[in-house]
T-cell receptor
Framework: GDSVTQMEGPVTLSEEAFLTINCTYTATGYPSLFWYVQYPGEGLQLLLKATKADDKGSNKGFEATYRKETTSFHLEKGSAQVSDSAVYFCALSGGGGNYQLIWGAGTKLIIKP | DGGITQSPKYLFRKEGQNVTLSCEQNLNHDAMYWYRQDPGQGLRLIYYSQIVNDFQKGDIAEGYSVSREKKESFPLTVTSAQKNPTAFYLC????????????FGQGTRLTVV
């Protein structure tokens, strides 16, 4: 079945460092891909999405490109901020005509001043 | 403002008691979901509903029950049969096929005392 694999955390970076969180997927068909962010004690918020190959989703300085050839959707940000510290979830939907979200395990990101 | 509301934010339950977690959305979404999140863990699907008066078990439905009598509401009951109910519970909704991304409530933290 469809699945999502994220890099294990925690990922610890210094402020202003380049940020990358890896996400790869296995899916039939042509899924949509998502990144969600969860701050402590809160629900998840949609950060960005991409619905077809080579699409780039972007929001709040974060970007991710839908790479069908490598089945990847890595999250990147040029300059990390302390406020980016959170848990990030990669997810896919619609791989085989099923629109339900398939979730990665989440990656905890810690940005140190 | 449109959104999804969970209540209460914190809930304490004595062993052997049933408790019901509320989830209401005014986004006119067809699909609604309940997830469980344990500390440092990802999301596990408990139940989901794609339409009023219909719902399906997710990966960890044992010890839980739901109803979907109205489009806006999807309450979750944690029964005494759930052996380890202490967790963070998240409710989400989506448009389903037309727009699969999910919108989340702020969560309910349930603690057994």
């Amino acid at each position: 079945g469809d699945s999502v694999t994220q890099m294990e955390g925690p990922v610890t970076l210094s402020e202003e460092a380049f940020l990358t969180i890896n996400c790869t997927y296995t899916a039939t068909g042509y899924p949509s891909l998502f990144w969600y962010v969860q701050y402590p004690g809160e629900g998840l918020q949609l950060l960005l999405k991409a619905t077809k190959a080579d699409d780039k989703g972007s929001n709040k300085g974060f970007e991710a490109t839908y790479r069908k050839e490598t089945t990847s959707f890595h999250l990147e940000k040029g300059s990390a901020q302390v406020s980016d510290s959170a848990v990030y979830f990669c997810a896919l939907s619609g791989g085989g005509g099923n629109y339900q979200l398939i979730w990665g395990a989440g990656t905890k990101l810690i940005i140190k001043p | 403002d449109g959104g999804i509301t969970q209540s209460p934010k914190y809930l304490f339950r004595k062993e052997g008691q049933n408790v019901t977690l509320s989830c209401e959305q005014n986004l006119n979404h067809d699909a609604m979901y309940w997830y469980r999140q344990d500390p440092g863990q990802g999301l596990r699907l408990i139940y989901y509903s794609q339409i009023v008066n219909d719902f399906q078990k997710g990966d960890i439905a044992e010890g839980y029950s739901v109803s979907r009598e109205k489009k806006e509401s999807f309450p979750l009951t944690v029964t005494s049969a759930q052996k380890n109910p202490t967790a963070f519970y998240l409710c989400a909704s989506s448009m389903g096929h037309t727009l699969p991304e999910a919108f989340f409530g702020q969560g309910t933290r349930l603690t057994v005392v």
